[in-house]
């Protein structure tokens, strides 16, 4: 066993009561099959989403429409900001162009939601999604 790997074989060791070459191989296997499919297509959207989330507004709005039980105006979460209405709209665009749908449109008077979204707003299950009103 390589040096990489010898930690490997001891926690197989405490998992399986035994381990052989053969079981690091098939652990090894699992684990490069997991790594593929972390690094697919999704990988990029994923990178634009933690981008995305990594402003603080835009963060703390993507919170509140988890947290929101329906659909929410822009007029609505404008006074929980200190910044401009454009620039909520903008932050508002942003998280829209990160994870929404392609046929997502954005007008001056906007409504947005969050549908049900787990606790913690993975980005490949929260999807934000804005009408015009």
């Known amino acids: 066993m390589s040096q990489s790997t010898e930690r490997l074989e001891r926690l197989l060791t405490d998992e ?16 490069d099959t997991l790594s593929d499919d972390a690094a697919g297509s999704s990988f990029d959207d ?3 989403v933690f981008s995305t989330l990594g402003n603080e507004t835009r963060s703390r709005i993507a919170r509140i429409l988890v947290g929101a039980d329906d659909e929410l ?8 900001f200190d910044v401009s ?22 007008a001056t008077g906007v409504t947005t939601e969050a549908p049900n979204a787990p606790s913690d707003c993975s980005p490949s299950s929260t999807k934000l ?5």
């Open 85 to 106: 209405t454009s620039a909520l709209s903008h932050a508002l665009g942003d998280l829209v162009d990160a994870g929404s749908s392609p046929d997502a449109k954005r």
């Open 16 to 31: 399986l009561g035994e381990c052989c070459a053969a079981d690091v191989e098939a652990r090894l296997d699992e684990l």
């Open 129 to 133: 999604e804005m009408t015009e009103v």
């Open 46 to 48: 994923d990178c634009g």
């Open 73 to 80: 105006c822009v007029c609505e979460l404008e006074p929980l």
